[in-house]
């Protein structure tokens, strides 16, 4: 660039000058308002110090519960200390899925189960039945299972009955098939395999011939995200109590996360399912604030857009006809799956020390609201 043209732009400055510095003003202060909301997104901790004045399912209705691991109830104070405390109803996170509970043929491991089950009566605590039929965490003599369909039939049939008829006195409601659709198909699983999509069907039949009295649920994840996925789940389900198989609810496991919780859309999920006029429950509820990890800390701004999401998914459920309960899963943030599957996140009630975070309150205040 030459001298002329260092001059004529010199000379447009002084002709604007004040222009020129509206813009250079304009520059600084919106550089400057990017950066205090990017250091306020991804820098600045949450700084909270909340007090729950009363206990959490005290707050509604319905049964508010948590997901539990036995051990966990055994080995930590401040884990049962909660659990007993803030919720009225137990679901086995683990213990009562087919591989801890049958971990061989013709041998059921009953201690974890039963250990949970007394101690959620001596507590004056419901428990939800967590789950009959998966095609995960199986035990491996399932998985290399031989026979034919009419076999696999009598095999999962037994370990149903088994199952229900031990505790029929004890748990009231079941989740009895546990994530069997896809968006627009059945998912191909064992069971789907080796016996065909009746599979379904049969498993609420037998788990209804155990227990009569028992509401029986079919559980799924994705419901209040996935549009094609609800769809398809809704018109099996129709379809099966068409039928007059006896499913009594389903579950929303609502493992909702930052990127995707969308409260119309959640809305909308819950009125088609009243449409079969069965009851909801929000089975595994949690938060995720970290899916894609860009957070290193639980900071103040998403500290608060997760006490908005509390809120919205506790006045979302509750357009549902019929809602049986609100549970989360898990207990504090140390403790969480998804910190096992996926990493650093922050998506319960509580924190690392056991403290309740402020979507606690929201979520509390929501229940009383709502619920």
């Given at each position: 660039m030459g001298k002329k043209s260092f001059q004529k732009i010199a000379s447009t400055i002084r002709s604007h000058k004040k222009i020129f510095l509206a813009i250079l003003i304009v520059f600084i202060i919106t550089g400057s308002l990017i950066s205090f909301l990017l250091i306020n997104r991804y820098v600045v901790p949450a700084d909270y110090d909340v007090s729950l004045s009363e206990p959490i399912y005290t707050s509604?209705?319905?049964?508010?519960?948590?997901?539990?691991?036995?051990?966990?109830?055994?080995?930590?104070?401040?884990?049962?200390?909660?659990?007993t405390t803030h919720f009225n109803s137990f679901t086995p996170e683990n213990v009562m899925k087919m591989g801890p509970i049958h971990p061989q043929e013709g041998e059921y491991n009953w201690e974890d189960a039963d250990f949970l089950v007394e101690y959620a009566?001596?507590?004056?605590?419901?428990i939800h039945g967590h789950c009959l039929v998966w095609h995960e965490q199986l035990p491996d003599?399932?998985?290399?299972?031989?026979?034919?369909?009419?076999?696999w039939k009598n095999m999962l049939k037994l370990h149903i009955q088994t199952v229900v008829n031990r505790y029929k006195d004890n748990i009231t409601s079941w989740d009895v098939v546990n994530e069997a659709f896809l968006s627009h198909d059945y998912r191909d699983t064992i069971w789907y395999e080796h016996i065909g999509a009746d599979y379904i069907k049969y498993a609420f039949q037998w788990a209804h011939e155990a227990d009569p009295d028992a509401s029986l649920y079919y559980n799924d994840f994705s419901l209040c995200t996935n549009i094609p996925k609800l769809d398809f789940t809704v018109e099996k389900l129709g379809e099966l109590i068409g039928e007059g198989v006896p499913i009594h609810g389903l579950g929303f496991q609502a493992h909702l996360t930052s990127q995707s919780f969308k409260y119309d859309i959640i809305v909308d999920a819950i009125n088609k399912v009243n449409q079969l006029g069965i009851d909801i429950r929000v089975s595994e509820l949690d938060i995720s604030m970290n899916l894609l990890g860009c957070y290193q800390k639980y900071t103040d701004y998403i500290c608060k857009k997760q006490q908005e999401f509390y809120s919205d998914v506790v006045r979302a459920?509750?357009?549902?006809?019929?809602?049986?309960?609100?549970?989360?899963?898990?207990?504090?943030?140390?403790?969480?799956?998804?910190?096992?599957?996926?990493?650093?996140?922050?998506p319960l009630l509580f924190d690392e020390e056991f403290n309740p975070k402020p979507?606690?309150?929201?979520?509390?205040?929501?229940?009383?609201?709502y619920t």
């Open positions: 509604s209705n319905i049964p508010i519960g948590v997901a539990v691991e036995p051990y966990k109830l055994k080995s930590s104070e401040n884990y049962k200390t909660l659990a009566e001596n507590n004056s605590m419901q003599w399932m998985e290399n299972y031989d026979g034919t369909s009419q076999d459920f509750s357009k549902a006809d019929s809602l049986t309960g609100i549970t989360l899963w898990g207990i504090h943030d140390a403790g969480s799956w998804i910190r096992y599957f996926r990493g650093l996140d922050w979507c606690a309150l929201s979520f509390q205040e929501a229940l009383i609201q």
